[in-house]
C-alpha cells in the first residue's frame, strides 16, 4: 500500500495554509467543509481570500512564513510558487512532526489531499500515491455516478439504529449478519428513495424479530482463467459476503484480495507447507465449515462444473443438507480463446468444440481418441501439457493430419500469458525448450490459424490487437 487512508478530525483545530493565491484559498475552502480553523499566512491575498477574510471564516495574516510559525497548528498545506518556502515549510513540518501537504509536490508531503466523493457523513477518498491527480479525478467521477445520492440519508438512519443494533445483538458476527440482511433487503430502496418512515419501520421490526440461528451455505464460485475482470457480479458480491473462503492455486491473489479482509483464508491448494488436501477432505470441509454457520466460498478456477470436481463437492454438502448455490465463470478454453485470438468455433472450419480432459487415463477411462479426429472440430485439452507428445502422437495415430494447427495457452488471460502456435506433428519439439508452466491449455484444430488473420502476435494479447479483434468482429 502506497499511503495509508486515515480520515482525520480536524473539527475546530487549528489549520494553517500558506499561499495567498487561489490554489490556497481552494485548499482553505476545503479544510472550512472539515470543520476546521484556517488561517493563511500570506504577504499579499487575491480577492478570494480577501472576501473570505472579510467575511470571517479565515483569519489572514499578512506576512511571509518563517520558522517556529507551524507548531500552533494541527496540519498543514502550503500552496506558494515558492519553491524555497515550500521546503521550508516542509522541512519545519517534519521537524515538529506535524502533517504537511506541498500542492502538487508529492515529494514535499507526509500527506495527500485525496479526491473526495461524499455523501452526507459517507466520505470516499481516492489516491493515485500522487502519480497522477487526473486519473484519481475520474475515478471519483466514475463514483459519483454509481453511488446514489440518497446514501447519505441511508448512512444516518443506520447510525441512528447502531447502539440499539448493539443491545439487541452482542456479538460481533450476529450485528454484521443484521446490517447485511438489512442492506440486502429493501432497506436501502426505502431509505435512498425518501421513503425515511418506511425505511424505520422495516428496521424496527426486524429488531424485534426473534432470532434464528445462522444457517450455513456453500457457494461453488467460478472465478474464471485468471483475469479479475472476468469474474462474474454474482460472484463478486458473493466473495465479498463469505466468511471463510477455500481455494486453491488456480485462483489468483488478485481474486482472493477482492474479498472481506476478515474473511478467513484457507488454501487447500497447499495448506500449511503441506501436500493438495485430498477431495474427500476438502468435501467434507465445506460441510464442517458450513455447519458452524460459515458462508463458505469454495472458489473454483475457470467454470465449477468443467473439470472442477463441483459436482462431488455439491453432492457431499447437499448429503449432508447444507444449502448450496453455483455461481458459472468463464471456463478457461473460452479466456484464453478469447485473450489469444483463436475462436473455438467457426463457421467454415469447426462447427463444434469439446472439451477434453488431457489426463489421458482418467480414473482408467482411456480417451476415445476415435471420437476425437473428425473433421470440424475444435479441440481444448485441458490439464494436458504434461502429456503433449501423447496427445499429439495418439491423435495422428488416429489419423489427425500431422500439419493440423494446434496452440498451447499458458497462463491465458493473466498478465504473462504467452501462446506458442504449431502443428500437431512439431508442437511438443517446439515448446520444449520454452520451460512452460501450469496452468497451460491446448487448442487443436483449423481454428488456431485464425489467430494470424485476427492480427493477434505470437506474445500476450495487447490492447491493440484486442480493438483489432473488435472491429473484426
Ligand atoms: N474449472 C476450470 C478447469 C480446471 S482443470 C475451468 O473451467 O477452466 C485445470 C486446467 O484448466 C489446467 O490444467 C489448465 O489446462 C486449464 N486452465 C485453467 N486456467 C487456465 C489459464 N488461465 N490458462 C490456461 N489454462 C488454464
Known amino acids: 500500500m502506497e499511503n495509508l487512508p486515515i480520515f482525520m478530525n480536524l473539527k475546530d483545530r487549528n489549520v494553517l495554509v500558506i499561499g495567498g493565491g487561489v490554489v490556497a484559498v481552494r ?6 467543509q472539515a470543520g476546521a480553523r484556517v488561517t493563511l499566512i500570506a504577504p499579499r491575498a487575491c480577492k478570494e481570500l ?9 483569519v489572514w495574516k499578512e506576512q511571509t ?15 506558494t510558487d515558492n519553491q524555497a518556502i515550500n521546503r521550508l515549510v516542509f522541512d519545519e513540518c517534519e521537524r515538529h512532526g506535524i502533517p504537511v501537504n506541498v500542492a502538487d509536490q508529492p515529494q514535499l508531503c507526509s500527506f495527500i489531499l485525496p479526491s473526495i466523493v461524499e455523501r452526507g457523513p459517507i466520505t470516499i477518498a481516492v489516491s493515485t500515491g500522487g502519480r497522477s491527480p487526473i486519473l484519481a479525478r475520474l475515478l471519483k467521477a466514475r463514483l459519483e455516478t454509481y453511488i446514489p445520492a440518497g446514501f447519505g440519508v441511508l448512512a444516518d438512519l443506520l447510525g441512528r439504529y447502531r447502539n440499539a443494533v448493539k443491545v439487541r445483538f452482542p456479538r460481533l458476527e450476529q450485528r454484521r449478519d443484521f446490517w447485511e440482511r438489512m442492506l440486502d433487503g429493501p432497506l436501502t430502496q426505502l431509505a435512498t428513495s425518501g421513503r425515511n418512515e418506511a425505511a424505520e419501520k422495516f428496521i424496527e421490526e426486524a429488531l424485534h424479530a426473534p432470532i434464528v440461528a445462522k444457517q450455513g451455505e456453500v457457494w461453488l464460485i467460478g472465478t ?42 484457507i488454501d487447500v491448494g497447499k495448506s500449511m507447507g503441506r501436500h493438495t488436501l485430498p477431495q474427500n477432505d476438502i468435501n467434507q470441509l465445506l ?25 462431488e463437492e455439491l453432492e457431499c454438502a447437499a448429503a449432508a443438507g447444507v444449502p448450496c448455490q453455483v455461481v458459472p465463470g468463464i471456463t478457461a478454453a473460452s479466456g484464453c480463446a478469447a485473450y489469444s485470438g483463436i475462436p473455438l468455433t467457426h463457421r467454415d472450419c469447426a462447427q463444434s ?17 476415435r471420437a476425437l479426429v473428425a473433421e470440424g472440430q475444435t479441440l481444448v485439452f485441458y490439464m494436458g501439457l504434461a502429456n503433449v507428445d501423447h496427445i499429439c502422437a495418439q491423435l495422428q495415430a488416429y489419423g489427425m493430419p500431422a500439419d493440423m494447427p494446434a496452440a498451447v495457452v499458458e497462463r491465458g488471460t493473466l498478465p504473462d500469458q504467452r501462446v506458442f502456435t504449431s502443428t500437431l506433428a512439431s508442437l511438443p519439439s517446439s515448446i520444449r525448450g520454452e520451460r512452460l508452466s501450469s496452468p ?23 490492447p491493440e490487437s484486442l480493438m483489432r479483434l473488435a472491429s473484426f468482429a
Do not use: M
Open 50 to 58: 480577501l472576501a473570505l477574510h472579510d467575511a470571517g471564516k479565515v
Open 440 to 462: 497451460s491449455l491446448i487448442i487443436v484444430g483449423r481454428v488456431v490459424e485464425l489467430r494470424q488473420r485476427l492480427g493477434f502476435s505470437v506474445e500476450a494479447a495487447s
Open 353 to 369: 468444440v469439446r472439451f477434453v480432459t488431457g489426463h489421458t487415463k482418467e480414473e482408467g477411462c482411456e480417451i476415445d481418441w
Open 27 to 32: 485548499k482553505a475552502e476545503l479544510l472550512l
Open 65 to 79: 512564513f518563517g520558522p517556529g510559525i507551524v507548531r500552533n497548528y494541527r496540519l498543514v498545506v502550503a500552496a
Open 287 to 311: 460441510v464442517d465449515l458450513a455447519r458452524q454457520g460459515k458462508r463458505v466460498a469454495r472458489l473454483k478456477g475457470g467454470d465449477p462444473f468443467i473439470f472442477g470436481r463441483g459436482g
Open 224 to 265: 474464471g482463467p485468471g483475469d479479475p475482470d472476468l469474474l462474474t457480479l454474482k460472484a463478486l458480491r458473493l466473495l465479498q459476503q463469505a466468511d471463510v473462503l477455500v481455494y486453491d492455486r488456480l485462483v489468483p491473489e488478485s481474486i482472493i484480495n477482492l474479498a472481506r479482509r476478515e474473511a478467513e483464508r
